[in-house]
């Protein structure tokens, strides 16, 4: 029961930074002198993040991307309520789907910090929703053999212990952002 909320819930959270972001965007689109919801700081500021060439990755804005793809665990979660059951394959695809989300937030993270220098507090909001979606979906996949019986045991206790490995790995974004932008904080008081 717990599984299926947590798709909804991330799924949900997700979807509305996204779709935040999204305005933000068309906001700035229209008026590049606009000043954001969220450029609270030098450092905190989604308008730098969002006119960088990372924002665009694919040719159009990330945000979009987020719309439709965070749509996905909310569908799921209220399907698996009503009593749906998927095929191995659908397992497999909706893992990979959260594999390559997982890992564009890896990648954006990078780019956020270390290349643009800025963070985008809807970016920020959207990354914490994908962890413990990836987290969640992977445990359970595997748990239930959808990789193949040798992954069962790893996704068993990974499952269980989704929560432990959704903690350290916001604290491998958090450490980071906290040391290379150490000096700007003093600047948010």
């Known amino acids: 029961m717990l599984f299926p909320i947590s798709l909804i819930l991330?799924?949900?959270?997700?979807?509305?930074?996204?779709?935040?972001?999204?305005l933000e965007r068309i906001k700035v689109?229209?008026?590049?002198?606009?000043?954001?919801?969220?450029?609270i700081s030098p450092f905190i500021s989604c308008k730098s993040v969002m006119l960088s060439e990372q924002a665009a990755l694919f040719?159009?804005?990330?945000p979009l991307i987020g719309l439709a793809a965070f749509f996905a665990p909310v569908l799921v979660g209220f399907a698996i309520?009503?009593?749906?059951k998927f095929a191995s394959w659908f397992w497999q695809g909706f893992l990979l789907g959260h594999l390559l989300a997982m890992s564009f937030v890896l990648w954006l993270f990078s780019q956020s910090v270390y290349v643009i220098g800025s963070l985008c507090i809807y970016c920020m909001v959207?990354?914490?929703?994908?962890?413990?979606?990836?987290?969640?979906v992977f445990?359970?996949?595997?748990?239930d053999g959808h990789l193949g019986s040798r992954f069962e045991r790893i996704g068993a206790i990974s499952f269980e212990w989704t929560w432990v490995l959704v903690i350290l790995t916001y604290l491998g974004l958090i450490v980071p952002i906290l040391i290379h932008f150490w000096n700007y904080w003093p600047t948010l008081f």
């Open 29 to 39: 689109a229209g008026d590049p002198a606009a000043v954001t919801a969220c450029d």
């Open 10 to 22: 991330f799924g949900a959270v997700g979807w509305i930074a996204s779709f935040g972001l999204t």
């Open 81 to 84: 309520l009503a009593g749906a």
């Open 126 to 136: 959207a990354w914490s929703a994908t962890i413990p979606l990836f987290w969640s």
């Open 139 to 143: 445990g359970r996949v595997a748990k």
């Open 59 to 62: 040719g159009f804005p990330n």
